[in-house]
């Protein structure tokens, strides 16, 4: 069984920072997999905020460019989101996942999500 836990979420100021954390644990080789971070604000669909593979190669969503920094320590088996800048419209439930294929076969996890809310 694997388990995603986020933390780090809270109420901030435009402008102001926070950042999030996604702690791995369970029956998974944290290494192997491809991270991500996304977000689903109330009323809209899920959105993909940032990737990193299993080679520290990175990928963001246009809207966070610039802001964000997505980061992984594979010794703690933790990936983070250091959210700068941060403005209304980033405000959302964050969820943290975990995806692997070998072959065929995907792995994917999901955690429960932490709520970020921006205002004044």
């Known amino acids: 069984q694997v388990q995603l836990v986020e933390s780090g979420g809270g109420l901030v100021q435009p402008g102001g920072s926070l950042r999030l954390s996604c702690a791995a644990s369970?029956?998974?080789?944290?290494?192997?997999?491809?991270m991500g971070w996304y977000r689903q604000a109330p009323g809209k669909q899920r959105e993909l905020v940032a990737t990193i593979t299993r080679t520290d190669s990175t990928n963001y969503a246009d809207s966070v460019k610039g802001r964000f920094t997505i980061s992984r320590d594979n010794a703690k088996n933790t990936v983070y989101l250091q959210m700068n800048s941060l403005k209304p419209e980033d405000t959302a439930v964050y969820s943290c996942?975990?995806?692997?294929?070998?072959?065929?076969?995907?792995?994917?996890?999901w955690g429960q999500g932490t709520q970020v809310t921006v205002s004044s």
């Open positions: 996942n975990a995806k692997r294929t070998v072959l065929s076969t995907t792995s994917d996890y």
């Open positions: 369970g029956s998974m080789v944290f290494s192997f997999y491809a």
